[in-house]
């Protein structure tokens, strides 16, 4: 059990269930999805940092729209 967590929502989930969450801690970012709370993702602020980047760049809009990458593809 992870205990108390100071959760934090994306302000770009919207209601009805759809929300990410994530709590920092010192040493752990933790992220859960608000309708399976019980489901966490962690890891450390190194690689959290590099996928936020990785984000704010648009490096997974592909794969947020469904379009098929590069191995997906045979390439």
Do not use: N
């Amino acid at each position: 059990m992870l205990g108390p967590l100071p959760w934090r929502k994306s302000s770009f989930s919207v209601g009805e269930g759809q929300c990410v969450e994530v709590a920092a801690g010192r040493d752990l970012i933790r992220v859960r999805e608000s309708d399976d709370p019980g489901v966490v993702l962690t890891t450390v602020p190194r690689v959290w940092r590099t996928f936020v980047r990785g984000v704010k760049a648009g490096g997974f809009d592909r794969v947020a729209h469904g379009a098929a990458g590069p191995a997906a593809a045979g390439a």
